[in-house]
């Protein structure tokens, strides 16, 4: 089992940062890629951004630009540095790591944030 606990939501107006951390415990040297995704009202958990376990990342197009996703493997951390926030950016965030064995997906329990206009 690999548990993650979210922290750094909030509200920030149109244009402002934030930044989410994510920190992982349990077996975690089994952990592959992490990630970040995004759940808005009405609507699907849907990708931001993903790390893999050399640092390759990937983005959905809306983020590129404006959000970083970066890990720390020594400390079991990953991170999503978001700038230039807009209200369509309003959401429950939640972190995401990848078992490299049984392929299963952990996540967190969210972690709000809103951006007001």
């Known amino acids: 089992q690999v548990q993650l606990m979210e922290s750094g939501g909030g509200l920030v107006q149109a244009g402002g940062s934030l930044r989410l951390s994510c920190a992982a415990s349990?077996?975690?040297?089994?952990?592959?890629?992490m990630g970040w995704y995004r759940r808005a009202p009405g609507n699907e958990r849907d990708l931001v951004a993903t790390i893999s376990l050399r640092g390759n990342t990937r983005y959905v197009d809306s983020v590129k630009g404006r959000f970083t996703i970066s890990r720390d493997n020594a400390k079991n951390t990953v991170s999503l540095q978001m700038n230039s926030l807009k209200p369509e950016d309003t959401a429950v965030y939640f972190c995401?790591?990848?078992?490299?064995?049984?392929?299963?997906?952990?996540w967190g329990q969210g972690t709000q944030v809103t951006v007001s206009s």
């Open positions: 995401s790591a990848d078992d490299r064995i049984s392929q299963v997906t952990y």
């Open positions: 349990g077996i975690i040297f089994r952990i592959g890629t």
